[in-house]
């Protein structure tokens, strides 16, 4: 599986970007995907996960009510859409996968096989 992330970029606080992430292969619908972000000198974080149809979606707390993950299984990607963008969001955002068939979310980034190669998310106040 080939994850390609795109739709970064330099925005001022309070505006908006979504995210995308194109999957490559015929298993994207069984799969968990997840949004993480890695600021400067940080840890990579999770910020959201989408499940398989039903598509149960999870988010961080810093991130809740800003975000939104959406996945569209006829076009194999997963989107994010961020609103009200605050400078402490800006990090490379990182999409990944988990493993076909398995159907339980992962909040950290060991539980993801398949990663995307990061898109920069810069915010100026």
């Known amino acids: 599986v080939q994850l390609q992330a795109s739709g970064g970029g330099l925005v001022q606080a309070g505006d908006s970007l979504r995210l995308s992430c194109a999957a490559s292969g015929r298993t994207f619908s069984s799969r968990v995907m997840g949004w993480f972000r890695q600021a400067p000198g940080k840890e990579r974080e999770f910020v959201a996960a989408?499940?398989?149809?039903?598509?149960?979606?999870y988010y961080a707390d810093s991130v809740k009510g800003r975000f939104t993950i959406s996945r569209d299984n006829a076009k194999n990607t997963v989107y994010l859409q961020m609103n009200s963008l605050k400078p402490e969001d800006t990090a490379v955002y990182y999409c990944?996968?988990?493993?076909?068939?398995?159907?339980?979310?992962?909040?950290?980034?060991?539980?993801?096989?398949?990663w995307g190669q990061g898109t920069q998310v810069t915010v100026s106040s």
């Open positions: 990944a996968a988990r493993g076909q068939g398995i159907t339980v979310v992962h909040f950290r980034p060991g539980g993801y096989r398949y």
């Open positions: 989408i499940n398989v149809s039903p598509g149960s979606t």
